[in-house]
């Protein structure tokens, strides 16, 4: 048998190093590096080819359960989950501090619970005093909610082991939960990676839909080991800023259904409430129109979300570097945009500060929003205000071409819904049952002679 080796883990990453430094090489948190028990590394005459059991092969259209989802009773909840809870899942919620995660988990359960099934809510880093405060402050003390306060996996296993199995467990939080065999306090890699697999195997063994609750880093990024989004079945984000009432819930990775689904939920004091409409929250409701205005159909996995993007262009003295800001789109995209505007359309923002904002505070990662930008800076620029009742939506090259975008049809009817007529896209998009005006810009000199003229 050879000799272990020393290795050290990044409590913040995950990631491995062969001796102890200072900083992380990989995510540069400092003092971050702590030892892990060495392991038993075996010599190449370890063989593995024989003295196993023989597993049984299965043919893929062999009958098998049908997926029964079960409802939550939070329809934007439902809906980010690709349509209810699947038995035996396991589901990584990440947020912000005071974003909503456990009051969003908390009204969940209670309707779980009021429906006549069994919900289990245990607190890892609140007293049951305090959830309890919180149950009545939303009008949910009356819900026959399992509730515990614990930080031992052994423990919550024990107790579930002993009782009927619950639809819905929640763990507030993976990083709080600790197990006795394993070294390491808790939040530490190895502790969270080894809890997170006792209580997903838990629920796959017992057909519980459970739902970890995850801290965040300062980047946004689920804090702990990468392999914990791997071991779940779906992993979601809950999103918002702490200045707007509203808060996104969105799917990034669902063995069950889409990804990029998002439910939209508005913090009251009542606790979090549903949006059935949420273009509604992202587009200002004056009459007249204003000049760096444009409206932007985003589709968000299958639901459409009409959003306003705002431009501001600021002449400034000769000599004076000018600034970009961007809030809530890619800065390097806005760049990129910029320098074609100037190559192909001949406008110069060379002396001028460009600002540029998605309203509401929504954060915009879909391509077919280069138009609308485009439109934006250019009206900005020439103090003209673009067409009222009007969205736009397509891709630019870097030749100045206007390149066909997913989903034309559905931009189109959500925006015929909300009361636009007007729509400016690629060649190609129209629809006829829309019931809207469909303008084709083949190139974005087509674009700024439009607004120009």
Known sequence: MAKPKRRYVCQACGSVANRWQGQCADCGEWNSLAEEAPQTVFSAKHDLSSGGRAIAFEPLNAPGESLARRTTGLAEFDRALGGGLVPGSAILMGGDPGI?????LLQAAAHIAQAGNEAVYV??????????LRAERLGLSSAPIRLAA?????????????MDAPRLLVIDSIQTMHSDQIEGAPGTVSQVRGCAFELIRYAKENGVALVLIGHVTKDGAIA????????????????G?????YRILR??????????????????????????????????????????S?????????RPVLVEIQALIVRLASGATPRRAVVGWDSGRLAMLLAVLEARCGLNFSSAEVY?????????????????????????????????????????????????VAHATIRQRESAKLGFDIAYGPPGGAIGESGMHYNEVQMLPNLVDRILS
């Open 100 to 104: 909503g995660k456990s009051t969003l």
């Open 123 to 132: 607190s890892g880093e609140e007293a049951a005093g305090q959830v309890r």
């Open 150 to 162: 614990a930080t031992s996996v052994r423990d919550i296993l024990t107790t579930l082991g002993g």
């Open 224 to 239: 702990g080991p990468r392999v914990l989004e791997h071991m779940v079945d779906v992993v979601m984000s809950f999103e």
């Open 241 to 245: 800023e702490r200045s707007h009432q």
């Open 251 to 292: 799917s990034l990775k669902n063995r069950f259904g889409p990804v990029d689904e998002i439910g939209v939920f508005a913090m009251a004091g009542q606790g979090l409430e549903e949006v059935a409409n949420p273009s509604m929250l992202f587009l200002s409701g004056r009459d007249d129109p204003v000049a760096g």
């Open 294 to 302: 444009a409206v932007f159909p985003a589709v968000e996995g299958t």
């Open 356 to 404: 540029l904002n998605v309203a509401g505070g929504y954060r915009l990662a879909d391509p077919a929003a280069d138009l609308a930008v485009a439109a934006a800076l250019v009206s900005a620029l020439s103090d003209k205000p673009l067409p009222a009742k009007a969205v736009w939506f397509g891709e630019i090259s870097l030749a100045g071409e206007i390149r066909p």
